[in-house]
């Protein structure tokens, strides 16, 4: 049973649909039914939910692969949660302008943009060692 990639996929799953609807809502907002015709703000809306989509799948996918191999739960669980935290404080930092008109509050979200993206491009390839570890450690 995968219950650390479960238990991982619930709040990233969450966090996914309220960023759908987000975008939804950008586009009737702004009046753009297909496209984002380079409105900033829908552009940030699908931005935030696809970038979310997209290091999200790869994360779980590592993660149910560690865990399948017998990776312990007290190791994986902390790199889940750091996980999940990286991308909220990154897809609710880039659905805020950083335009240098915020002065600065727009460099406060851009640094949490970046901190966010650090955790992400940190666990991605920590978790794919984990991996080779899972299969390493029983052949020792």
Not at 30 to 41: S, W
Request: proline fraction near 4%.
């Amino acid at each position: 049973m995968l219950i650390v990639t479960s238990l991982t996929a619930v709040p990233l799953a969450i966090l996914f649909q309220y960023l759908s609807l987000n975008v939804i809502k950008a586009r009737r907002r702004e009046g753009i039914g297909i496209g984002d015709e380079g409105n900033e703000a829908v552009i940030r809306a699908n931005r935030a939910q696809g970038n979310l989509l997209e290091y999200s799948l790869v994360f779980l996918g590592l993660l149910a692969l560690a865990e399948t191999n017998g990776m312990p739960w007290w190791v994986l669980t902390p790199f889940a949660v750091a996980f999940c935290a990286g991308r909220a404080v990154h897809a609710f930092s880039v659905l805020f302008s950083e335009t240098a008109d915020n002065g600065r509050e727009g460099i406060a979200r851009y640094v949490w943009r970046i901190r966010g993206m650090t955790i992400t491009l940190t666990l991605i390839p920590v978790m794919a060692a984990l991996v080779l570890l899972s299969l390493i450690l029983p052949l020792l």
